[in-house]
């Protein structure tokens, strides 16, 4: 019983039993569009406040705290593999071309249908990263703009609070979003029936084209985990000098949780453990290293939302420009890195992309319908991820004890205080 009231379950029988009765009934599944469209607008208008308020409680919530070696190293390694993730899922999507299966009969909104006739100069890129007036890229949901005004705005707002002690004002923004998210909570109860529409009008438009499309892009980002894996274990070994063969077995145990739960912050005590009393790396670094990991550690979620972008604009037939590849990675790398907290599930996080990018949104149905597989591929990279950047913090200062490594020592690691990680685990679930 407990299955059947699990959201992520309830999605999954709408996508199936949409998906079904598309390719049942045809084109007339084509009437229930409207209905999957409202979903996707519900989700759109709480966006431009989510991130406004949630990446202006990030900026302006740093302090001094959590620097010196151990941050730098640790912010190194999660944005070199970060990047790395991002540019491997483009790669890979040029190659495979998982969304170019996809082939709309009808015509997509017109504001969606922006081809890239040409590339603009880097300037004037750069210069439409600004707006003159922020409520107008509100209005629009131009969003480039509306996080470098929000980061500008933390910035000065924690000065601010250096400045007098008031933190009043970072108050109020965070209960605004708090308040959004409680709307998206809402929102994502009709998420089952707005997928159903979703997916009954696209299989009814495309026919059986659709499956076999969610399976490319499923193919695709397990492709891409396989290989971002494989790197992580060369670099760890080049770095360390350990054997890599023992690396399977030490981390059997947090891989399995990982993948039958789709949850890091779940995962999250057996990895700190485990990172302790099987590899060998100091309760001091572990602590650290995983608990900033848990939120800015999501290489899955890097590779598999470059994917995303990837797929809705082969879906759409939308040609990027390498401005448009570049901003894609980079919102990509900004949502690993906790800049912007985008919870309430995939789905937000599909529309945020695609409204970021004006990519056509007919496709995220196709996505949500096989998220839950997506979401196995995301845990298992995330938090092995986060043992091997631990490892590498580790082994820069001599921090990883090599006899526990070979199995000839015993350590007991420190008992951990979930309380303590609270925000980050409500952040990691959000990611995964």
Known sequence: MKTLKHPAFQIGIGAVAGLVFGLVVGEWAANLKFVGDMFIRLIQMSIVPLVLASVIVATASMSGAGTGRIAFRTFKWMLAFSVAAAILAWGLSVLVKPGAGMVFGGELDPTLEQKATGTTGWQETLLNFVSKNVFEAMSTATMVPIIIFALLFGVALRIQINKSGDDRVLTFIDQIQQIVLTMIRLVMY??????????????????????????????????????????????????????????????????????????????FPTVLKNTVEKIGVSQKVANFTLSIGLTMGSYGAVLNYMIVVMFLAQAGNVDLT????????????????????VPGGFPVIATFLATSLDLPLEAVGVLIAVDWFAGIFRT?????????????????????????????????????????????????????
């Open 190 to 267: 009709l998420a089952p029936v707005g997928v159903f529409c979703l997916l009954a009008s696209l299989a009814g438009d495309v026919g059986f084209s659709v499956v076999t499309t969610a399976l490319k892009y499923l193919g695709t980002t397990a492709l891409g985990v396989g290989i971002l894996f494989a790197l992580f274990i060369v670099v760890v070994t080049a770095r360390t000098r350990l054997n890599p063969g023992r690396l399977p077995r030490m981390l059997a145990e947090q891989t399995a949780i990982a993948i039958t739960t789709t949850s890091s912050a779940v995962t």
């Open 380 to 432: 298992f990279l995330n938090v092995n991820g986060d043992t091997f950047v631990a490892m590498l913090v580790a082994n820069a200062d001599d921090e990883i004890d090599r006899d526990v490594y070979n199995g000839r020592k015993t350590v007991v690691s420190e008992e951990i205080d979930v309380n303590e990680f609270a925000a980050a685990i409500a952040k990691a679930d959000a990611t995964d």
């Open 322 to 341: 390498v401005g448009d590849i570049a901003l894609g990675m980079g919102l990509a790398i900004l949502l690993n890195m906790g800049t912007i907290t």
